[in-house]
């Protein structure tokens, strides 16, 4: 927060990870506006004014209408980060909330405040608000830290509600999910003017289909003006040797999420693969990427463990 200028409403509801609109909304309906405004009328949220929207933020995205969350915020001190809002009160007769389960708040614990806005919105189900917040934090920080340090914490988070809240929660992971997929896709642009030697070949083993984490390499790959072939999910492994053999890539990255599709022999075969002509031919680098390759043995193959390894692991083979 500036001292003594605080926030516009653009910047509070970037925060919030709400449209600017939901927030004049809600001080003209509510009350729940700035109350400090400069010479030309604008607004300038202070601190306490920011912590009333994030508890009425908090409250809403449970289910509470906005005209009783407001009246529960009016005069109340906010709850501490990540303790979530009380919950409203049972009509009579509801059985008794379980014991053990996780509070409707998410437990992002210590994170860029961008996580927070973007889990409010995904919580909310608000598409728009989520779009631009996703495309905003990839703009301002670029791939591998908005992946590592923003979207991934948050995916993390909504992941540990669904695990801890039964079926609930299934259809914010979802939504969130396909959001980031299509922000990355609109982070990701061809590369023209590739040549063989030069690409990189995305896929998943066969029988796995979390593309996430490809569609992720494939953007910071992308946004370093270094060409991609994306293959996706679960791609047969005719289709993939023959894709290797097609394309002649620099690198061949493999995404494993369990133990039961990563395929060590397959990984081996594509990494002896050559192509060129006689006294130059040349071999592709293989990624073995994801949790399933964990404990596998796979020698001579490179084995990042995140986002910018891989992405220097790229660099240094088909950068040049």
């Given at each position: 927060?500036?001292?003594?200028?605080?926030?516009?409403?653009?910047?509070?509801?970037?925060?919030?990870?709400?449209?600017?609109?939901?927030v004049r909304s809600w001080d003209r309906r509510y009350g729940l506006g700035a109350r400090?405004?400069?010479?030309?009328?604008?607004?300038?949220?202070?601190?306490?004014?920011?912590?009333?929207?994030?508890?009425?933020?908090?409250?809403?995205?449970?289910?509470?209408?906005?005209?009783?969350?407001?009246?529960?915020?009016?005069?109340?001190?906010?709850?501490?980060?990540?303790?979530?809002?009380?919950?409203?009160?049972?009509?009579?007769?509801?059985?008794?909330?379980?014991?053990?389960?996780?509070?409707?708040?998410?437990?992002?614990?210590?994170?860029?405040?961008?996580?927070?806005?973007?889990?409010?919105?995904?919580?909310?189900?608000?598409?728009?608000?989520?779009?631009?917040?996703?495309?905003?934090?990839?703009?301002?920080?670029?791939?591998?830290?908005?992946?590592?340090?923003?979207?991934?914490?948050?995916?993390?988070?909504?992941?540990?509600?669904?695990?801890?809240?039964?079926?609930?929660?299934?259809?914010?992971?979802?939504?969130?999910?396909?959001?980031?997929?299509?922000?990355?896709?609109?982070?990701?642009?061809?590369?023209?003017?590739?040549?063989?030697?030069?690409?990189?070949?995305?896929?998943?083993?066969?029988?796995?289909?979390?593309?996430?984490?490809?569609?992720?390499?494939?953007?910071?790959?992308?946004?370093?003006?270094?060409?991609?072939?994306?293959?996706?999910?679960?791609?047969?492994?005719?289709?993939?040797?023959?894709?290797?053999?097609?394309?002649?890539?620099?690198?061949?990255?493999?995404?494993?999420?369990?133990?039961?599709?990563?395929?060590?022999?397959?990984?081996?075969?594509?990494?002896?693969?050559?192509?060129?002509?006689?006294?130059?031919?040349?071999?592709?680098?293989?990624?073995?990427?994801?949790?399933?390759?964990?404990?596998?043995?796979?020698?001579?193959?490179?084995?990042?463990?995140?986002?910018?390894?891989?992405?220097?692991?790229?660099?240094?083979?088909?950068?040049?």
């Open positions: 927060m500036r001292r003594g200028t605080g926030l516009t409403t653009g910047e509070v509801a970037r925060r919030l990870g709400v449209a600017p609109t939901t400090t405004r400069t010479g030309g009328r604008h607004r300038r949220w202070t601190a306490d004014d920011v912590a009333r929207l994030e508890r009425m933020c908090a409250l809403t995205a449970t289910g509470v209408p906005p005209a009783d969350a407001a009246r529960m915020v009016s005069g109340r001190t906010p709850p501490a980060p990540d303790d979530g809002p009380p919950a409203p009160a049972k009509p009579p007769g509801a059985p008794a909330a379980r014991r053990g389960g996780a509070s409707s708040g998410l437990r992002l614990g210590d994170v860029r405040q961008e996580c927070r806005g973007i889990a409010r919105a995904a919580l909310r189900l608000d598409a728009a608000a989520l779009d631009s917040l996703l495309l905003s934090v990839i703009a301002e920080h670029g791939l591998v830290t908005a992946w590592t340090e923003v979207i991934m914490p948050t995916l993390q988070a909504v992941g540990r509600k669904w695990e801890t809240s039964g079926e609930r929660y299934v259809e914010v992971e979802h939504f969130l999910s396909w959001h980031v997929s299509g922000a990355l896709h609109r982070a990701t642009a061809p590369v023209a003017g590739d040549h063989p030697g030069t690409a990189t070949v995305l896929a998943c083993m066969p029988g796995e289909n979390h593309t996430l984490p490809l569609e992720v390499l494939a953007a910071a790959l992308s946004e370093r003006a270094l060409p991609v072939r994306m293959f996706g999910a679960a791609v047969p492994v005719e289709s993939l040797v023959a894709a290797v053999r097609r394309t002649g890539p620099a690198v061949v990255a493999l995404w494993a999420q369990s133990r039961t599709t990563a395929n060590p022999p397959l990984a081996q075969h594509i990494a002896a693969m050559q192509w060129g002509v006689s006294g130059a031919r040349r071999n592709p680098a293989v990624l073995l990427l994801g949790p399933g390759w964990n404990g596998q043995a796979a020698s001579g193959l490179l084995r990042p463990l995140d986002l910018a390894q891989a992405v220097a692991a790229v660099e240094s083979r088909a950068g040049g």
